[in-house]
């Protein structure tokens, strides 16, 4: 199966990916930013670069701001950590 096909998001959704710079997570940033998505991403400032090349739209430092607090108003997040 192709994964962009499994990932299905909708141009304009609004996702948020953890750990965005990592692993499987890097990936899932440039899927969704292909399919149109406004994507959403927490990583550690010195990532904030990496990210931004992959074209996340909004980069949160997890270390620095509660997520749970900053980010509102998503249609879907992936956290492969869990």
Partial sequence: MNPVDY???EPDQRVLIQAAACGVDHLAVQIAKAQGAYVI???RADQHDFVSELGID???DYTRQNVGETVREIDSGI???E
């Fill in 79 to 81: 956290d492969s950590s």
């Fill in 58 to 60: 909004e980069a949160i």
């Fill in 7 to 9: 990932a299905e998001f």
């Fill in 41 to 43: 991403g927490t990583a």
